[in-house]
């Protein structure tokens, strides 16, 4: 059966998730509070109703999943609407601002036996996925360190920091490769656009293993960046999504415990170019098919959530 799907939220990002939903599910409804942004999507998907009440569309009962890409501080609250009304939930990253609030998402979803999918577009990128290989395989060795680079000019943001709008993003890769909690997590920003938005924000966290991540995260850059790095014992990997073709890079560059540098070749291994946002759509409708691990992909959405809220609170503190 394909799932009768409804998104709600379509300025800037939800019309790429209608666009998907409408070829690999059944679109039945757009929803938006603002009539400048629905008529556009409602005149080139009549097929779909439209409605400027989200409430309208949840009272659907044979609508079977929502999809929710409106702004952050709306997400939980919307979420718990939909897993209440029965629907499978796809949101938006990050799924919620505090971690009760995610955790009270997740067990909705798991009570009612329903798909609770944070947006984590990143996590479907065939790169992300190569990088999780080389570490899971050992080829890179212990993994050491791990960090990431997302920096450009704009898109400055007034309702979101660069930590809730960029970080998230990678920090859900840094999470999906250690595969562990942080212990601890501290970040340190400056805003210098929007009073209390931060547009500049370093963070660190340490792991229990002894591992340790670092994100540079900003909007106000000269260079464009897209990067993540994985330092490994034996082996060293850099995800660089501002590349057309070497997405992903594997250095032979190691030191060994005498301090001996050594230095080899250089891997460009392929990686397919499958559209992540494609496939993350479909990993959505996949779940409610009933493939994959459902808990998972929800408890994987909390870990982010928690370590955003250690973070946000060492930011503000
Ligand atoms: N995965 C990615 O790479 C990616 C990229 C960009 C944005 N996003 C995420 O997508 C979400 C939306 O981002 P955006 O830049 O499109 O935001 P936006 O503010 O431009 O648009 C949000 C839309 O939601 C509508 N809206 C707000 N509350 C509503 C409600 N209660 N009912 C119905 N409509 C409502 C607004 O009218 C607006 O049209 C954010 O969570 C953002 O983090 C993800």
Same mark, same amino acid.
């Given at each position: 059966m394909t799932p009768r799907t409804g998104v709600v939220g379509l300025n800037y990002w939800g019309p790429n998730l209608v666009r998907n939903f409408d070829g690999l599910a059944e679109l039945a409804w757009l929803c938006d509070l603002d009539d400048a942004h629905l008529q556009p999507l409602a005149a080139r998907f009549p097929h779909a109703r439209a409605t400027n009440d989200f409430a309208e569309m949840l009272a659907d009962e044979t609508l079977d999943a929502v999809v929710i890409a409106t702004p952050v501080p709306t997400h939980y609250a919307l979420a718990k609407q939909a897993l209440e009304a029965g629907k499978h939930v796809f949101v938006e990253k990050p799924p919620a601002m505090r971690a009760v609030e995610i955790d009270e998402l997740v067990q909705l979803a798991d009570d009612g036996n329903r798909v609770l999918m944070p947006g984590h577009l990143l996590l479907y990128h065939p790169a992300v996925l190569k990088l999780k290989e080389l570490v899971a395989s050992g080829e890179l060795g212990d993994v050491?360190?791990? %960090?990431? /680079?997302?920096? /450009?000019?704009g898109i400055v943001r007034s309702n979101e920091n660069a930590l809730w709008s960029l970080g998230v993003h990678d920090?859900?890769?840094? @999470? %999906? @490769?250690? &595969? =562990? &909690?942080p212990d601890f997590a501290t970040a340190q920003g400056s805003w210098s656009i929007h009073e209390g938005v931060e547009d500049v924000v370093f963070c660190f966290l340490r792991f229990p293993s002894g591992k340790i991540a670092h994100m540079h995260l900003s909007w106000l850059d000269p260079h464009k960046m897209r990067k993540m790095t994985v330092v490994g014992r034996e082996k060293m990997a850099v995800f660089d999504d501002m590349e057309p073709e070497r997405k992903v890079t594997v250095y032979e560059k190691r030191a060994d415990s005498s301090g001996a540098i050594a230095s080899g070749d250089i891997h460009i291994p392929k990686v397919a170019t499958t559209e992540p946002l494609r496939l993350e759509c479909e990993y959505f409708l996949e779940l409610i098919d009933g493939k994959h691990d459902r808990a998972k992909v929800a408890q994987d959405g909390a870990r982010v959530v928690r370590a @955003? =809220?250690? @973070?946000? /609170?060492s930011l503000s503190g």
């Open positions: 050491l360190c791990v %960090y990431g /680079n997302r920096v /450009n000019l920090l859900s890769v840094i @999470l %999906y @490769l250690l &595969d =562990e &909690d @955003l =809220e250690m @973070l946000t /609170n």
